[in-house]
């Protein structure tokens, strides 16, 4: 293989995986010049290959894979395992996001606070490359079963509804002025490593078709709504010694109660996942009856 056409490998990595909004990112990350990233790229856009801003047609994609030689995408390169591996990655960035916002609660940081509800920006422009990639599956494999297809989607927009109350638990630090109380906070932790515990598990049970880690899901999901309980018992302790002369105080209690449903919420679509990931490999439908009213 050329080294041309080793760094157009790359750049086509970087596209499918690490979901690139720009061609200045995709030099920056790759240490390219912006030029040469456009010169390689320009053909690909013209012939509909390469999307702006970014995508691959899959339905075009063998022919530039061909085109390239030994050039092999991971794992046989085949649309099904390029979909596992965009929300492999999507789950991973969630993750992040999830970290990014509670670090900013353990250290009232603003400017992480921010960072948090930026990374959503990038949560939401998964989903739909995802949507997009199950959609050109579909139409180029008739052998694609439509209703496990779909199951793809869903996934991600699970994880994307994760991303949402990471947003959450990032504004509480932008809208509120006052710490969390120790006590409280020894809880909220709890809850953190429980909520990343599950989203791991759920993906994991989901991508690697282990689906007898509902039994740890659902351990862990009892786990969080007890410390949910706790919490909830402790604050309101804390409002029954406090005056809500103050405006302010009263919005830190209302803040603070998302917080915590925050993490709650994120344990029940942990759990909901992996009922995907029941049905996906098992074909066990789904419960229909919502999970509030189980």
Sequence with gaps: MSKKDK?????????????????DEIAEQLGLSRRYVTQLLQPLVKDGIVKRAYTIDLKNYE????????YVSPNNNTGNVLINDMILNMANHVQYQLET???AVLEYDIDKANKALELDFATNNM???IRTSVETILSIDQH?????????????????????YCGHIAKFVINDVYEIDTNVLKKLKKMY????????????AFIDGDTDLKDDLMELEEAIHILQS??????????????????ERSNYFIYLFRVIKAFERMGDISVEMVDVAVEFHDNIPRPTTPRTFR
């Design 230 to 247: 706790k919490s909830i018992n402790l604050i309101a302790t804390q409002m029954a010694e406090s005056s809500f002369d103050e405006k």
């Design 144 to 164: 694609s079963e439509f209703s496990k297809s779909l199951l793809y989607n869903e996934i991600a927009y699970d994880l994307e509804r994760i991303g949402d």
């Design 63 to 70: 022919k530039i894979a061909e085109s390239l030689g030994d």
């Design 101 to 103: 916002s509670f670090d």
């Design 7 to 23: 760094t157009l490998k790359a750049i086509l990595d970087f596209i499918l995986y690490e979901n690139p909004s720009t061609q």
């Design 127 to 129: 989903v739909e490359k």
């Design 193 to 204: 490593k429980t909520a990343q515990k599950m989203i791991r598990l759920s993906i994991k």
